[in-house]
């Protein structure tokens, strides 16, 4: 069977969403490079998690069911932080900032970028795709 367009299309959101985040975490790693924790820290976990997100766009553009439901739990992790990330903010009043909400609109785009994939990914016509036997 034929990959379906919806899986081709979740697939190159996610490889986009993955993109333009390596491409930020590289840009604010540049950015404060005098902090030697951000650089180790935010870096390794935004790679870290950019190759997860590649793995599993490979693995579903080969059928595979489990790497779909991988997705749907990584998206459902990330969101999970993007929120615990708003209520720190929240917590110690630094809301205001224009970086700040530049980042956070940013975070939240792309986290419903990838909340659409991991959508196309479960409708019928992936469904039948990926339960072949």
Do not use: D, H
Request: glycine share 10%; with cysteine; hydrophobic share 55%.
């Amino acid at each position: 069977m034929q990959t379906p367009a919806q899986v081709k299309l979740a697939g190159m959101l996610l490889l986009a969403a993955m993109g333009v985040s390596l491409m930020m975490t590289l840009y604010n790693m540049f950015r404060y490079y005098r902090y030697a924790s951000y650089g180790f820290t935010v870096t390794g976990q935004s790679l870290f998690f950019a190759v997860l997100w590649g793995v599993l766009v490979a693995c579903i553009w080969k059928g595979q069911n489990w790497a779909r439901i991988g997705a749907a739990v990584l998206l459902g992790y990330s969101v999970l932080m993007l929120l615990f990330g708003f209520s720190r903010m929240l917590s110690f009043g630094r809301y205001g900032s224009t970086a700040i909400m530049t980042s956070s609109a940013i975070s939240l785009a792309f986290a419903a970028v990838r909340g659409y994939a991991v959508f196309l990914l479960f409708q019928p016509e992936p469904n039948a795709f990926f339960n072949r036997k």
